[in-house]
T-cell receptor, first 111, second 115 residues
């Protein structure tokens, strides 16, 4: 059962462009995390959002948790080649013991 | 500063063979888990453990066994490998379980091919 759907699945943009990645679900999560994964490595945490409507900024990255805690978005401003990677959202179950990962968005930023 | 260590990094099995993927962490994390990653499907939880002696099933537990005899180690066993188990496997740990579960720290992955 895939609880989290991400869109788009693939994204190829020029350096300097802006982009938004979406993570949607019909389920409510106690918290939601975003990870970035580079080839041959495990995912690395970017941010955790907990409160519905919460917005967090990490330099050029802006993360938002939906009011109903069912969806989230990641916005990157002025993308750079170093942003290239697989972006994964992950929702925590009510007990916090299970994390359900999204389908992933593969981002390529062309210099 | 090892973090989460997985072995082996690569393995090729024949259908029906058994093997164990090893996972060890040196951060004294209570929570450990195993995921498999397949193209277009993100990561799916296989099994997890909230502490030594305690394990539970995730989304896709069939064909896999786990045990947690120590805080540091969480091996994943494939009793009779099938081609459908061809995947990249990730072990991850976190400092606690429950609603305080925080960042998942991942190993580098183990790529398994079943012929």
């Amino acid at each position: 059962t895939q609880l989290l759907e991400q869109s788009p699945q693939f994204l190829s943009i020029q350096e300097g462009e802006n982009l938004t990645v979406y993570c949607n679900s019909s389920s409510v999560f106690s918290s939601l995390q975003w990870y970035r994964q580079e080839p041959g490595e495990g995912p690395v945490l970017l941010v955790t959002v907990v409160t519905g409507g919460e917005v967090k900024k990490l330099k050029r990255l802006t993360f938002q948790f939906g009011d109903a805690r069912k969806d989230s978005s990641l916005h990157i401003t002025a993308a750079q080649p170093g942003d290239t990677g697989l972006y994964l959202c992950a929702g925590a179950s009510n007990t916090g013991n299970q994390f359900y990962f999204g389908t992933g968005t593969s981002l390529t930023v062309i210099p | 500063n090892a973090g989460v260590t997985q072995t082996p990094k690569f393995q090729v099995l024949k259908t029906g063979q058994s093997m164990t993927l090893q996972c060890a962490q040196d951060m004294n994390h209570e929570y450990m888990s195993w995921y498999r990653q397949d193209p277009g499907m993100g990561l799916r939880l296989i099994h997890y453990s909230v502490g030594a002696g305690i394990t539970d099933q995730g989304e896709v537990p069939n064909g896999y066994n786990v045990s947690r005899s120590t805080t540091e180690d969480f091996p994943l066993r494939l009793l009779s490998a099938a081609p459908s188990q061809t995947s990249v496997y990730f072990c991850a740990s976190s400092y606690s379980s429950g609603l305080d579960t925080g960042e998942l720290f991942f190993g580098e992955g183990s790529r398994l091919t079943v012929l």
